[in-house]
Structure formats: structure tokens, C-alpha cells
């Protein structure tokens, strides 16, 4: 029996509202919306910037928003109930992988001597040295982006290697992205986990140093993808495909070539998008030591629950705490490759 193809299908839905965190892992997004590539799958999109990562989830849970640029750890988390009522949440597909730095305010960086080294766990064992040492009574304050987050989960990481205890020794808050390099500037704190452009920003405006990245904690990790609820995907199978191959043909146009990439930082500083935080970076070629951020490349785009251990290990060490059980059957629905592998033919 042949299957129907799925792009004869046209969409359920031809208005959407798809919500986004003004980073760099927002472009493929941003050139979809821009470069054509939803109106030539029959989809009028609206792209609406959020600031936090709370809000993105809370509109997307209310239907609000039809789906989102969303952290990767954060439809597990919404389908577990953490953080808010639960909500069955899907991942069909990666938006980027890597992305993130650690990055100290300039002052504790030149304090503790924590800079930069090819293994992360240099700069964390100057920080944890300086801490025990000359830095005693300290307790500097760490922002990340949301306590489900890759970046929350790598910022202990690096701490842990510096035999820095993550609830004794520093104060970890939660902050939006967009706040992280103000905040770091006026001294609200002392360093911070996020994803680009914010540490780049930081350093470039004289806020900050970068002390290490997660490529170098968790290379290749996923960190944002697109995030619907399952009735979402379930209600509307065609939508969600001409999604899909929206955002991969952005993504493989991306890739295709420089000047691309320098159109797609065009699109980037506008207004409605990342505006001026973006007017450091000459280019988006963005995949460079020792960030490495990735939003093209072969297979970059598919989700596995495979790729998403190395944050479902502490959530299920929180639900422990919480006694309550994880059922592993619950990676393989948030972060399926069925959507993507029906929309792609792959």
C-alpha cells in the first residue's frame, strides 16, 4: 500500500504564530519567516519575540502561540509537570546545537584568574582555588536562562569540575537571556550561562570574559528546538510538516554559501528580531572555535532520544528527589524523529 505524500497534503492551518528569544539560535526562524521559505509552503507566520523562557512555555501551554523556539531539555520538562502544570509536549525537530558560554564578569575573571583554556576545567578549578583561597566569604552570583535549561545543567557541570560546590559556594539565579550582559555590566551578577550573542556581547562591550563553552562541556549537544503540544501535532499533522521543511530548507540555504550567512545577520539586526545585539559580529559563520555553534550541516536537524541524555539525567535525578518515577518512554515521545522523518521523506 503506497503512503500518501505528505507536502500533497496542504496545511490545516495557514495563519501561525511561532514564538521566539532574540539569540542567534533563533535564525532559522527568522530566515524562514524572511527568506520565503513558509509562504512557499502555504504558511503565513508571525514570529513574536519573547523575553523569558517562562512566558515562551506558559503561551505555547494556552495556545497562545502555535509553537516556539524552545530550550531542548523544555518539553520534557513541560510533559513532566515541572515548573507548571503538566503538558504533553513535542520536539520535532533541532533548531541548533551548541551555543552556550560561561562567562564571568571581567573583574572576578581577572580576580580568580579563570580564563579560557582548550578543557573547561582550568578556569573552573582558578575559580574554585580563588574561591577557597583569597576569594573566602564570596558567594559570587551565576545567572542562567531557566532551571530546566542546558545551560543551567552546564554551569554546574563546570562548577562541579572546579570543586565548587553549585548550592554552598555561588548564589545561581535565573535570568532572561536579554538581561545577562546589563546585569552583569551593573554588577547584579557576577557571571552568567547563556546562549549567544550574549557572551560575545559581554566580552565585547568590556562587561565580561568567556571561561568556557558548552561545546567544550557537552559537545554537539542539542540546545533549542522547535517545541509544539502533542494535540497541536496530532490536530494538525500538515502544518507541522510544511514547518519542517521550511525550517530545513533555511537551514540548507544557510549553508549554501557566506554571503548568505551575511544576509541572514542582515535579517538578525532588525528590530523585531535581535536588533543591536547583534551589531558585534561581522558575520554569522558562527560555527567557530570555541563556540561552535551549529544551524546547518548533515543530520544536524533530526531529533533522537539518544541526543538528549546528557539533560535527561539530571531531571530524572530531580524527580528522584521528588520520589516520583521517570518513565524512559517519555524521551522517545518528546523527542521522536517521526514528524521530521514524515515531513523530509527521510
Known amino acids: 500500500m503506497s503512503h500518501p505524500q505528505h507536502h500533497a497534503t496542504s496545511p490545516e492551518l495557514k495563519r501561525i504564530a511561532l514564538g521566539f528569544v532574540p539569540l542567534l539560535d533563533a535564525t532559522l526562524l527568522i530566515v524562514a519567516r524572511e527568506r520565503g521559505c513558509f509562504a512557499a509552503q502555504g504558511l503565513d507566520v508571525t514570529l513574536s519575540r519573547e523575553n523569558a523562557w517562562a512566558t515562551v512555555r ?48 571581567t573583574e572576578l575573571s581577572e580576580a580568580s584568574g579563570a580564563k579560557l583554556d582548550d578543557d573547561p576545567g582550568t578556569s573552573a578549578l582558578a575559580l ?18 531557566y532551571p530546566y535549561s542546558c545551560q543551567h ?17 555561588v548564589e545561581l539565579v535565573a ?14 551578577i557576577d557571571g552568567f550561562c547563556a546562549g549567544e550573542p550574549w557572551g560575545t556581547l559581554a566580552r565585547h562591550c568590556g562587561a565580561g570574559r568567556l ?58 539586526a532588525l528590530p523585531p528580531y535581535l536588533d543591536r545585539s547583534v551589531n558585534h559580529l561581522r558575520t554569522l559563520d558562527i560555527d567557530d572555535a570555541p563556540i561552535h555553534q551549529r544551524l546547518y550541516g548533515k543530520g544536524m536537524l533530526r531529533p ?11 531531571i530524572v535525578r530531580q524527580l528522584e528527589k521528588q520520589e516520583r518515577r521517570f518513565d524512559p518512554a517519555l524521551l522517545a515521545t518528546c523527542y521522536n524523529p517521526v514528524h521530521f522523518d514524515a515531513a523530509t521523506h527521510h
Open 211 to 268: 571561561v568556557a563553552t558548552g561545546a567544550q562541556l557537552w559537545p554537539e549537544h542539542p540546545e533549542k528546538v522547535l517545541g509544539v503540544t502533542r494535540s497541536w501535532a496530532e490536530q494538525y499533522p500538515a502544518t507541522l510538516s510544511g514547518l519542517v521543511r521550511a525550517l530545513v530548507a533555511a537551514s540548507e540555504w544557510l549553508a549554501a554559501s557566506p554571503d548568505n550567512r551575511r544576509q541572514a545577520l542582515e535579517w538578525l
Open 58 to 105: 506558559d503561551k505555547v501551554a494556552a495556545g497562545l502561540l502555535d509553537g516556539a523556539q524552545m530550550l531542548a531539555p523544555m518539553p520534557l520538562a513541560m510533559s513532566l509537570g515541572l515548573g507548571r502544570a503538566p503538558c504533553e509536549t513535542l520536539a520535532p525537530m533541532l533548531l541548533s546545537r551548541n551555543g552556550n558560554t560561561v562567562t564571568l564578569s
Open 175 to 188: 535570568l532572561p537571556p536579554p538581561r545577562m550582559v546589563e546585569a552583569l555590566r551593573s554588577g547584579q
Open 153 to 169: 545543567y552546564q554551569l554546574r557541570e563546570w562548577l562541579t569540575l572546579g570543586d565548587i560546590d553549585p548550592e554552598r559556594q
Open 128 to 145: 574554585g582555588n580563588w574561591l577557597r583561597e583569597a576569594g573566602r566569604g564570596k558567594r559570587p552570583r551565576l545567572a542562567m536562562v
Open 304 to 314: 533522537t532520544p539518544q541526543a538528549v541524555l546528557h539533560f535527561a539525567e539530571p
